[in-house]
Nanobody, 124 residues
Framework: QWQVVESGGGRVQPGGSLELSCEVF????????IAWFRQAPGKGREKVIC????????VFMDSLKGRIKVSRDNARNTASLQMTDLEPEDTATYYC?????????????????WGPGTEVTVSS
C-alpha cells in the first residue's frame, strides 16, 4: 500500500513564500505522475499542478501561474511545491496525490493515493 504524506504548511503573510513537500512510501516514485491539489474553506477541490514522470510540469490554475514551481526528487521519493507572492485567496488545504499507472498527468479522478493534506493560511 502506498502512503502519501504532505508537510510544510503553515501561516504566512501576504506576499510571502512557502514550500510544501510530499513524500511517498511503498513505491519507487520515478515512473508516476504526482499532482498537487487544494481545497479552500467552503469550496471544492481544485487541481493546482502536476509533474510528469519526465519532470515536466503542467499548471492548471491560471491564478497561480508564475507564482508556483513544482519539482521531484525520485531518489528520495519526494516532490515539492514552491509558492511565492502568496495571497489570502491561496489559503487552503493542499493535497499531494500520485497515480498508480505509468502515464502523464491523468484526470483528477484517476489519482489513486492521496495524502491527508497540509494547511496553508495566508493572512496578516
Amino acid at each position: 500500500q502506498w502512503q502519501v504524506v504532505e508537510s510544510g504548511g503553515g501561516r504566512v503573510q501576504p506576499g510571502g513564500s512557502l514550500e510544501l513537500s510530499c513524500e511517498v512510501f511503498g513505491v519507487t516514485l520515478a515512473p508516476y505522475a504526482i499532482a498537487w491539489f487544494r481545497q479552500a474553506p467552503g469550496k471544492g477541490r481544485e487541481k493546482v499542478i502536476c509533474i510528469k514522470p519526465s519532470g515536466e510540469a503542467v499548471v492548471f490554475m491560471d491564478s497561480l501561474k508564475g507564482r508556483i514551481k513544482v519539482s521531484r526528487d525520485n531518489a528520495r521519493n519526494t516532490a515539492s511545491l514552491q509558492m511565492t507572492d502568496l495571497e489570502p485567496e491561496d489559503t487552503a488545504t493542499y493535497y499531494c496525490a500520485t497515480d498508480a499507472m505509468v502515464r502523464n498527468c491523468p484526470p483528477t479522478a484517476l489519482y489513486d493515493f492521496w495524502g491527508p493534506g497540509t494547511e496553508v493560511t495566508v493572512s496578516s
